[in-house]
């Protein structure tokens, strides 16, 4: 199963919203609402932020929302603050028991 | 406070093989599933193999076929991944994750700090 695709970069300046790409295909993000995205800060393990490609845990910042359109989801960040500076990864289920990552994105804020 | 907690990562040759394990503790450990997702050195997220609560059913990416077996020991509240004739690419931090709910995939709650595995001679 091939990795889904993601920009490998972002950018956005503090206040700004940046809203980050992830696409697969029919067998997996087109597929299935079992859509998710970490965001991981460096040497940390990641952290689950949008599960259910809409759905937030409880203590995720309402400024994360998730979304998806045919084969491709996204992540986007509201009102961006410093310490959203990180990577961030989407993850679907491929079906057949088989899980997918995006090759991650690096949210950089000016 | 739910928590995993992995050990058993280290340097081995090629070949070799190692065993990883991953203790949970705050929560009914046999109600969830567990995975190994892993991530080599400057790279991404890449899933490795899951297995479902009760240790029933298991999985694994095409990477790790043949070589690498998941199985739990729920008394002990402790999954394994038993890994073997390991290649320089297995080399990364290995985490193990608890799913969210026992419906959900790929909707990993909790995650532990990781251990690191290097394959090298």
């Known amino acids: 199963q091939s990795a889904l695709t993601q920009p490998p970069s972002a950018s956005g300046s503090p206040g700004q919203s940046v809203t980050i790409s992830c696409t697969g295909t029919?067998?997996?993000?087109?597929?299935?609402?079992?859509v998710s995205w970490y965001q991981q800060h460096p040497g940390k393990a990641p952290k689950l932020i949008i599960y259910?490609?809409?759905e937030r845990p409880s203590g995720v910042p309402d400024r994360f929302s998730g979304s998806k359109f045919g084969n491709t989801a996204s992540l986007t960040v509201s009102g961006l603050q410093p310490e959203d500076e990180a990577d961030y990864y989407c993850?679907?289920?491929?079906?057949?028991?088989?899980?997918?990552f995006g090759g991650g994105t690096k949210l950089t804020v000016l | 406070e739910m928590q995993l907690l992995e050990s058993g990562g280290g340097l081995v040759q090629p070949g070799g093989s190692l065993r990883l394990s991953c203790e949970g503790s705050?929560?009914?450990?046999?109600?969830?599933?567990v995975n190994w997702v892993r991530q080599a050195p400057g790279k991404g997220l890449e899933w490795v193999s899951g297995v479902t609560g009760n240790g029933a059913s298991t999985f694994y990416a095409e990477s790790g076929k043949g070589r690498f077996i998941i199985s739990r020991n729920n008394p002990k509240n402790t999954v394994y991944l038993q890994m073997s004739s390991l290649r320089v690419e297995d080399t990364a931090v290995y985490y193990c994750?608890?799913?969210?709910?026992?419906?959900?995939?790929?909707?990993?709650?909790?995650w532990g700090q990781g251990t690191m595995v290097t394959v090298s001679a």
């Open positions: 259910e490609v809409t």
């Open positions: 993850c679907s289920y491929g079906g057949n028991n088989n899980l997918v």
């Open positions: 994750a608890k799913e969210l709910s026992p419906r959900t995939r790929g909707t990993f709650d909790i």
């Open positions: 029919s067998r997996d993000v087109g597929g299935d609402k079992y």
């Open positions: 705050g929560f009914t450990f046999s109600n969830y599933a």
